[in-house]
C-alpha cells in the first residue's frame, strides 16, 4: 500500500452501501454527500443529520505536568479547564501564526485529549511532541484508536437519550462525560460545528457500525439522515465558524482573525508565540488589520475562496469562503475586508466573480443563529 493511498474509516464499506459519493479529504475517503446536500442541510438545520468525523486528529496528553505542558504549547490557559469540561483554543508558531484551532478536553486530573484538524493532526502531534521537552507528561497519537460520529440537529438530544443511559440534560455545552451508546463505551461531547445542538461520540473503532445503525434506527422516525463533508461546510458558514486553510492560516494570527479572545496572557508561565501575540494584539488595537465579516450576495452568483472583494474600483478585501446558503436562499461568503469598508451595512461592495463586479451586502457574523 503506498504512503499517498487515502485512508479508510472504520464507517467505510458503511457509507459505500448507502451510496455515498466519496471524495478525499485530508488523506482521508469521505462521504461527501448520499444524496442531496441541500437536503442533508436542511435535516441538520429542522430535524437530524449523521456525520462520520473519524479523520478528525485525537492525541492524549497524560502526566503530572500534562496541563503546565498544554499551557506552554498553546495560547490558551488550560490549567483552568474543569474534569469533564473543554476548551476551544489554538496552537501557534512562535511568530503568532495559526498551525490549527483545536478542542481540547479534560478527561482527568492528568489526561487531557486534543482533538486537531484531519489536514493538521501530524504538524500538532510533531508540534506538542516538540514542546513537551522538559516536561513530566506523554504525548500520545490517539487517532487511529477512535472512530468519531456526530450526531447533530434540534432532534439529536432526544434520539441520543433512546441509545444511551448518559445524563444527556446535564451535559453543558463544551463539555464531554464517558457513558455507554448503543451498549458500548463512549466519550459524549457536546461541542458541535453547525450552528445546531448536537454531540459527538468517541467510540472504539470496532464499535463504530453499531453505533452508526443504532442512532440510524432511533433516529429515522424522526427525521434523521446522513450527512456528508459537503453539508457540513454549508452549515458551519451559516453559522460563521472558522474552517483551517480558508479562515485560519499560518500567515494570519488569532488577532487578525477576530479570535484574539482565545489567548491567555493572564496565564502561569511563558507559552509559544507569546512575544508576537503581544505585538499583534497591541496592533490590532490601534490599527485593526483587515477584519472578518459575512457577505450576502444580492444576485445568484456564488463567490468562491481567493476571489478579490472590491470597492470603488479597488481590492479592499479577498472571500475565504463562499456557498450558496440553504437557510437564507442566497449565496453568502465569509471574507477578510479592510477596516474600513467592515461595518455591516457599508454601502459599495462587491466580489469580483471572474471580472464581473458583483454587489454583496457586508453583515456581521454569524449568518444564522438559533433559537435557544
Given at each position: 500500500?503506498s504512503s499517498?493511498?487515502?485512508r479508510?474509516?472504520a464507517?467505510d464499506?458503511?457509507?459505500?452501501?448507502?451510496?455515498?459519493?466519496?471524495?478525499?479529504?485530508?488523506?482521508?475517503?469521505?462521504p461527501?454527500?448520499?444524496?442531496?446536500?441541500?437536503?442533508?442541510?436542511v435535516?441538520?438545520?429542522?430535524k437530524?443529520g449523521?456525520?462520520?468525523?473519524s479523520?478528525?486528529?485525537e492525541?492524549?496528553?497524560?502526566?503530572?505536568?500534562?496541563?503546565?505542558?498544554?499551557?506552554?504549547?498553546?495560547?490558551?490557559?488550560?490549567?483552568?479547564?474543569g474534569v469533564?469540561?473543554?476548551?476551544?483554543?489554538m496552537?501557534?508558531?512562535?511568530d503568532?501564526?495559526?498551525?490549527d484551532?483545536l478542542i481540547?478536553?479534560?478527561?482527568?486530573?492528568?489526561?487531557?485529549?486534543?482533538?486537531?484538524?484531519?489536514?493538521?493532526?501530524?504538524?500538532?502531534?510533531?508540534?506538542?511532541t516538540?514542546r513537551?521537552?522538559?516536561?513530566d507528561?506523554?504525548?500520545?497519537?490517539d487517532?487511529?484508536?477512535?472512530?468519531?460520529?456526530a450526531?447533530?440537529?434540534?432532534?439529536s438530544p432526544?434520539?441520543?437519550k433512546?441509545?444511551?443511559?448518559?445524563?444527556?440534560?446535564?451535559?453543558?455545552?463544551?463539555?464531554?462525560?464517558?457513558?455507554?451508546?448503543?451498549?458500548?463505551?463512549?466519550l459524549?461531547?457536546?461541542?458541535?460545528?453547525?450552528?445546531?445542538?448536537?454531540?459527538e461520540?468517541?467510540?472504539?473503532?470496532?464499535?463504530a457500525?453499531?453505533?452508526?445503525?443504532?442512532?440510524?434506527d432511533?433516529?429515522?422516525?424522526?427525521g434523521?439522515?446522513p450527512?456528508?463533508l459537503s453539508?457540513?461546510?454549508?452549515?458551519?458558514?451559516?453559522?460563521g465558524?472558522?474552517?483551517?486553510?480558508h479562515?485560519?492560516?499560518?500567515?494570519?494570527?488569532?488577532f487578525?482573525a477576530?479570535?484574539?479572545?482565545v489567548?491567555?496572557?493572564?496565564?502561569?508561565?511563558?507559552f509559544?508565540g507569546?512575544?508576537?501575540?503581544?505585538a499583534?494584539?497591541?496592533?490590532?488595537?490601534?490599527?485593526?488589520?483587515?477584519?472578518?465579516?459575512?457577505?450576502?450576495?444580492?444576485g445568484?452568483?456564488?463567490?468562491?475562496?481567493?476571489?478579490?472583494?472590491?470597492?470603488?474600483?479597488?481590492v479592499?478585501?479577498?472571500?475565504t469562503?463562499?456557498?450558496?446558503?440553504?437557510t437564507?436562499?442566497?449565496?453568502?461568503?465569509?471574507?477578510?475586508v479592510?477596516?474600513?469598508?467592515?461595518?455591516?451595512?457599508?454601502?459599495?461592495?462587491?466580489?469580483?466573480?471572474?471580472?464581473?463586479?458583483?454587489p454583496?451586502?457586508?453583515?456581521?457574523?454569524?449568518?444564522?443563529k438559533?433559537q435557544?
Amino acid at each position: 500500500m503506498s504512503s499517498n493511498a487515502p485512508r479508510h474509516t472504520a464507517l467505510d464499506a458503511l457509507h459505500r452501501s448507502l451510496g455515498a459519493t466519496m471524495t478525499d479529504f485530508a488523506g482521508w475517503d469521505m462521504p461527501l454527500r448520499y444524496g442531496s446536500e441541500r437536503d442533508e442541510h436542511v435535516a441538520v438545520r429542522t430535524k437530524a443529520g449523521l456525520f462520520d468525523l473519524s479523520h478528525m486528529g485525537e492525541i492524549t496528553v497524560t502526566g503530572p505536568e500534562a496541563a503546565a505542558l498544554l499551557n506552554h504549547a498553546l495560547v490558551g490557559n488550560i490549567a483552568t479547564v474543569g474534569v469533564g469540561r473543554a476548551r476551544y483554543t489554538m496552537i501557534c508558531q512562535e511568530d503568532g501564526g495559526i498551525l490549527d484551532d483545536l478542542i481540547v478536553y479534560r478527561l482527568a486530573e492528568h489526561e487531557y485529549m486534543v482533538v486537531a484538524n484531519a489536514s493538521n493532526a501530524q504538524v500538532v502531534l510533531d508540534a506538542l511532541t516538540g514542546r513537551a521537552a522538559g516536561f513530566d507528561a506523554v504525548v500520545r497519537d490517539d487517532c487511529d484508536a477512535y472512530a468519531l460520529i456526530a450526531v447533530q440537529g434540534p432532534e439529536s438530544p432526544g434520539i441520543l437519550k433512546a441509545v444511551t443511559d448518559a445524563d444527556l440534560d446535564g451535559l453543558k455545552y463544551y463539555a464531554g462525560l464517558p457513558g455507554t451508546v448503543a451498549g458500548v463505551p463512549a466519550l459524549i461531547a457536546r461541542t458541535g460545528y453547525t450552528g445546531e445542538d448536537g454531540f459527538e461520540l468517541f467510540v472504539a473503532p470496532a464499535d463504530a457500525e453499531k453505533v452508526w445503525q443504532a442512532l440510524t434506527d432511533a433516529g429515522t422516525p424522526a427525521g434523521l439522515v446522513p450527512c456528508g463533508l459537503s453539508c457540513r461546510d454549508t452549515l458551519r458558514l451559516e453559522a460563521g465558524m472558522p474552517l483551517y486553510g480558508h479562515e485560519l492560516t499560518t500567515s494570519l494570527t488569532p488577532f487578525d482573525a477576530g479570535l484574539g479572545r482565545v489567548v491567555k496572557f493572564e496565564k502561569d508561565g511563558d507559552f509559544v508565540g507569546r512575544e508576537a501575540l503581544t505585538a499583534a494584539a497591541e496592533r490590532a488595537a490601534s490599527e485593526p488589520p483587515r477584519v472578518l465579516v459575512g457577505l450576502i450576495a444580492e444576485g445568484r452568483r456564488v463567490p468562491r475562496a481567493g476571489y478579490p472583494v472590491v470597492a470603488d474600483g479597488k481590492v479592499i478585501g479577498e472571500i475565504t469562503s463562499g456557498a450558496p446558503s440553504p437557510t437564507l436562499g442566497k449565496p453568502i461568503a465569509m471574507a477578510y475586508v479592510d477596516a474600513a469598508h467592515a461595518a455591516p451595512g457599508t454601502a459599495g461592495v462587491g466580489v469580483d466573480i471572474r471580472g464581473s463586479h458583483e454587489p454583496y451586502e457586508v453583515v456581521a457574523l454569524p449568518f444564522y443563529k438559533r433559537q435557544k
